[in-house]
């Protein structure tokens, strides 16, 4: 695009910001403890302090949970990312000071279900052996019926030849497990406590004109994305990545429109105790929306229930008592009768059952909740997706990109799907000597995930619908149609490696 000689001056300028980083790099104290994250270095948040130098880096990651960490996590995994300079940019001090986590303290409320591919992935990245040091809950079976009392379905790992069926982590340990693994490597990260404030993306006019002169460090800066943040510091970068959630800031500045609608249900989440171990995941579709049993560890598990905003505040109000009777209602004779386990339905598919597990297995009531030992927690349902992941120096993962419902527990894992896909586009840009925040590059991205992404939104939509009409008909439909997934094992088989995160078309033979 330019002249031999501005490429000359470029290469020049980048050798000389790439010095320049690794002098200002992350480094960590010797003397530190093996699990304390007071040894990185973060930029200061305290007002009026002057910032001397604007600084350039490589990718800029706006948003410090558990996908912008995945993702961090995942660039150091790759030789070919791993000496990229990445400014972490969350006002959250966790990411510098870790998170300290007390095995005493009752679980968190605040849980994510990770699929057997998401947890191939952390393993992958060196994060899963820290949240195997905490409490986690793996599940092999689970359990899904309705109301109505037509029929079920039961599911085993065993079916589809695996251990688990997922694991269930609280997302404090997720998230310290990730930065445990940042540590422990010599990536070039720089954590800035503040908050995103503005964000200027080059136009296509001032690329060319840069591209032709490159006569100053200031030329070339005029090609990157220039960031503005709330302490009164700045920052340039190759690349942008939103990982900053639902309400993203990346999003809104980037001008990428978004599609969607509010569920008009607000979900419940909080954690209960039982007499005896839980150890599969329990699923009820309900008429104001479905309630979810899932284990944690021990004697507990946590709860995640649907209802309209009316009922959430009413049980919100209730005094503990009442709310665990309801709990226990609404897993048990509450709306409606246990579904048979129909012999006839079993007999008239057998030529379609093969040897999967779980078309034996007969309906089973869910432990009974004896105590509530968290806060109530409650948040309104929405789906969204936008319609653009990607522009030149911009791209947006995990929420930012996209919320589903959490009937299914997908969210984070299409999360740390994003994460996989763009270190591995961004990998590949370096390997061809791309500019990592070209379009034509993110692009690629954005055509992986975003078919994915969206069918894994329609199936959930599709799902939240079908379940949220009480109606004779259809009633009989969705009888008819948990038989099927309870007897015919392709289509069982089909289901679980969909949900488990595999690449494939779902509710297919």
């Known amino acids: 695009m330019g002249s031999m000689l501005a ?10 910001n790439s010095l ?26 305290v007002d009026g302090i002057p910032v001397d130098v604007v600084k350039q ?12 960490m995945a993702l961090a996590r995942s660039l150091v995994n790759n030789p070919l990312t791993k000496k990229l300079s990445v400014a972490i940019i969350d006002r959250n001090p966790a990411l510098s000071n870790g998170i300290h986590i007390n095995e005493d303290d009752l679980p968190d409320q605040r849980v994510s279900t990770i699929t057997p591919t998401s947890i191939s992935f952390l393993k992958d990245i060196g994060a899963w052996k820290y949240v195997e040091k905490h409490r986690h809950a793996f599940f092999s ?6 109301h109505v009392g037509g029929g079920f379905t039961r599911y085993n790992a065993r079916d589809v030849n695996c ?3 997922g694991c269930v982590v609280e997302n404090k340990v997720l998230l310290n497990s990730l930065l445990l693994s940042l540590k422990e490597s010599d990536f070039q990260r720089t954590n ?9 993306l080059p136009s296509a006019a001032k690329s060319m004109e840069s591209g032709i002169s490159a006569k100053a460090s200031s030329d070339a800066n005029s090609q990157l994305a220039k960031l503005e943040l709330d302490n009164g510091s700045s920052l340039f970068a190759k690349l942008v990545v939103g990982a900053d959630g639902g309400k993203s800031v990346v999003r809104e500045l980037a001008g990428f429109k978004t599609t969607g609608w509010p569920y008009k249900q607000s979900a419940i989440i909080c954690t209960v105790e039982h007499k005896e171990e839980n150890d599969c995941a329990w699923q009820r579709f309900l008429p104001g929306g479905p309630i979810a049993l899932l284990p944690v560890g021990d004697n507990f598990s946590n709860i995640v229930w649907t209802m309209s905003p009316e009922d959430c505040s009413a049980h919100k109000a209730m005094d503990d008592g009442d709310f665990v009777k309801a709990v226990n209602h609404a897993l048990d004779y509450g709306y409606g009768p246990h579904p048979p386990s129909s012999t006839r339905a079993r007999d008239i598919l057998k030529w379609l059952r093969a040897d999967v597990k779980s078309t034996n297995e007969s309906f089973e009531v869910p432990p009974r909740v004896t105590k509530l030992v968290s806060e109530r927690l409650a948040f309104p349902l929405s789906l969204m997706h936008s319609k653009r992941y990607a522009a030149k120096r911009v791209v947006l993962v995990g929420d930012a990109a996209h919320t589903v419902h959490p009937l299914a527990g997908q969210g984070v894992n299409m999360g740390f799907q994003d994460a996989f896909a763009l270190s591995r586009v961004i990998s590949e840009g370096i390997a061809l000597g791309t500019d990592i925040g070209e379009a034509s590059l993110l692009a ?6 975003k078919p994915a992404n969206i069918l894994m939104a329609a199936v959930l939509d599709g799902f939240q619908k079908a379940y949220s009409v009480d109606l004779g008909p ?7 149609a948990f038989y099927g997934a309870q007897y015919i094992s392709p289509l069982k088989r089909n289901i679980i490696s969909y949900a488990s995160g595999q690449p494939i078309l779902p509710l297919l033979f």
Do not use: F, T
Request: aromatic share 6%; net charge positive; proline share 4%.
């Open 141 to 146: 079976k689970m359990q899904v019926w309705d």
């Open 192 to 200: 800035i406590l503040s908050r995103l404030s503005s964000m200027s």
């Open 444 to 449: 690629k991205y954005e055509a992986d995930r």
């Open 57 to 68: 880096y490589d990718v800029a990651i706006v948003g410090g949970g558990m996908v912008g």
């Open 20 to 45: 320049r980083r690794s002098l200002c790099s992350v480094r960590e104290v010797e003397s530190a403890p093996p699990h304390d994250l007071s040894g990185i270095v973060s930029e200061p948040i």
């Open 474 to 480: 259809l009633n009989v439909l969705r009888s008819a």
């Open 7 to 16: 490429r000359s001056c470029d290469s020049r300028v980048y050798r000389w």
């Open 163 to 165: 251990e688990v069926l």
